[in-house]
């Protein structure tokens, strides 16, 4: 499928020959993402609740799948008007099966109503609107290859025109001020990825409403910038609001939802509030013990704030052993030289310290500043005492 333009004139044909449009749609929709600067757990990839996933939604309702794929190749043809009336004719029967409220027809709801705005822009505002769409797919592939300067450098622009033509309270809006957010907290000014996150967030509740999941996962990137920049009791608040939302769509066994529950153990850990952290770190990791998922990378990441919860209780040994099944978990992952590793090996030396072995606290020490030298020292700052 493919997006060559909301294809509106011939000269704007010949300008862009091709891009998937369902690649643009999952990146303005639910992404799946953990964002910790420190764990580096970040995903640029997108997993939906509406687009990619309609068809599943709609088991035994082929007739409206095809309606929802006539829908998308004709806005990829440029038969916006063409598009605009199949897409509510979608629209009209998710709700009449699925109820008004249900997320997906949200979804593409709000899609519909970007498709309406573009409808009435000239002829050159929307070659505007395709360029900074296409500069969408190539940032978030600058995420992806961990380029988070490059990306913000490509995103920004592209928002600025998004938010140009159509103002931040659309779906692509939202989904690239999430974009520029989780490039920014990987470049680590957390301070400056909130303020993304804030409006990405207001972005999601007038796109889709305050309960819809896609407004959980926006709170969870906010409440997480939160903790990145020490306000812990204010991201407390954001990510209490997100479990909340996904608790009424029985989303309690996701991956994300233990992403949640681990971000609310470091809002406890950052707060003195140890054996609530450890409670939440725990049920965490049980959530993925269910999905047999202890070896993937969010589990890393809760053995490291499992570790950082049992330094808190003085157990350094204990703490050590989480910190190097998450460790070890982090090299296979992703590899021995990723900046990720920075932080897990200061603060295995810090650990080595505490438990009186200053000839390993300096080999592990050593191993960092390595890393560090391999990217921009700026960007990797010295780990301080504790997760954060």
């Known amino acids: 499928m493919k997006l060559s333009a909301v294809l509106l004139g011939s000269s704007f044909r010949r300008f862009v020959h091709s891009v998937p449009l369902l690649l643009v749609l999952i990146i303005c929709s639910t992404p799946r993402v953990s964002i910790s600067a420190d764990t580096q757990d970040v995903t640029a990839d997108a997993a939906p609740h509406s687009y990619h996933t309609i068809a599943n939604a709609s088991t035994g309702k082929d007739d409206l799948s095809r309606q929802y794929a006539k829908a998308l190749a004709l806005y990829d043809e440029g038969h916006i008007h063409e598009a605009i009336t199949a897409q509510a004719a979608v629209v009209s029967q998710l709700e009449t099966l699925q109820g008004q409220h249900n997320p997906q027809a949200a979804n593409v709801r ?3 109503k970007e498709m309406e705005q573009v409808a009435r822009l000239s002829s050159e505002e929307k070659q505007k609107y395709q360029r900074a769409r296409l500069s969408l797919v190539s940032g978030v592939e600058q995420i992806r290859l961990e380029d988070y300067r490059k990306a913000r450098s490509i995103l920004e622009p592209a928002l600025e025109t998004f938010a140009t033509l159509l103002g931040d309270d659309c779906v692509t809006s939202a989904g690239t001020l999430e974009q520029i957010g989780i490039a920014t907290i990987r470049d680590h000014l957390p301070e400056v990825a909130k303020n993304y996150f804030v409006r990405a967030t207001a972005a999601r509740r007038a796109t889709v409403g305050p309960n819809h999941p896609d407004m959980a996962n926006a709170l969870y990137l906010l409440g997480s910038s939160c903790l990145d920049a020490r306000q ?80 808190q209780y003085g157990e350094f040994e204990v703490a050590e052993a989480h910190l190097s099944q998450s460790l070890q978990l982090h090299e296979r992952l992703l590899s021995a030289r990723s900046p990720q590793m920075i932080n897990l090996w200061e603060r295995r030396a810090q650990l080595a310290e505490k438990l009186h072995r200053p000839e390993e606290a300096k080999t592990f020490q050593s191993r960092a500043n390595e890393i560090r030298k391999q990217h921009d020292t700026a960007q990797f700052p010295t780990s301080k005492s504790g997760n954060y």
């Open 110 to 112: 709000a899609f519909l």
């Open 232 to 311: 812990y009791a204010e991201g407390e608040t954001y990510l209490r609001e997100a479990l909340s939302i996904d608790r009424k769509h029985c989303a309690m066994g996701s991956s994300r939802y233990a992403a949640m529950l681990e971000r609310m153990a470091q809002a406890m850990l950052g707060q003195q509030r140890t054996l609530e952290a450890e409670a939440f770190c725990l049920q965490a990791i049980s959530i993925t013990e269910q999905n047999n998922a202890q070896k993937s990378l969010p589990a890393a990441g809760f053995l490291s704030t499992l570790a950082e919860i049992h330094v």
